[in-house]
């Protein structure tokens, strides 16, 4: 068995794990008695948004992996030219760290009912989001007004496909930031709101994390880490 397949079942391993420490996989309905007793954590039902987000995390995790194991396993080719990477891509990365870190605080100041904090907070994760999704366009343009385009080599197509693939992930997940700061500015803080700017954040520090390892590939920190991943994956 490859080692693709080795960390995509301990991927489905943890999830597994985590869905039956929630009671997902119970089946209330078909036990005995007047009223089936929830046996998930806490005697609660688990909460929709969080195990679909757990959920998507992983299959995520999945593609990215990949995508990766796919640009490693490519790089080692004869025909691979690796263009000049666009210096906005530094202030890219300082601008996702800024959010990441943003929706941390935020989610802190749910937790506290610090509304004001919570706010604020919330208006810098999304000011430096969007900050990034525009440096990311403008490094693609830089990419194509100098002649690297993704037909005329595969390291440019593995450019554009891995900065493509994160950059809709962010941008979906923006629409549900969006939707939780308007919450912000009409509802005070309670359980119900601590807990979607809470999947925010965790989503935030998902793609922030596959960012730097991204950046990291494109920025050649990771050629032995390839080496090895070649050796492992052929």
Known sequence: MSIMGLFFIFIFSVALVYLWR???LEAPWLEEGEIA??????????????????????????LFSLLYAAFLMRMGAYDWRSPPLPRI?????????????????ASAAARDAARERMKYALRAGVAASLLFLFGQFWAWREMVVGGFYASQNPANAFFFLLTGAHALHLAGGLVALFRTNFRALREEPDASL????????????????VWLLLFALLVGWADNLGVVCRRLLV
């Open 89 to 105: 891509l530094w202030f890219n990365t300082a601008a996702l760290v800024a959010s990441s870190c943003a929706l941390q605080v």
């Open 22 to 24: 929630e009671g997902v």
């Open 37 to 62: 007793a929830f046996r998930g954590r806490g005697g609660r039902p688990p909460n929709a948004a969080k195990t679909g987000l757990v959920v998507f995390l992983g299959v995520a995790l999945c």
């Open 194 to 209: 601590a807990a979607s700017v809470e999947l925010c954040a965790v989503y935030w520090h998902f793609l922030l994390g």
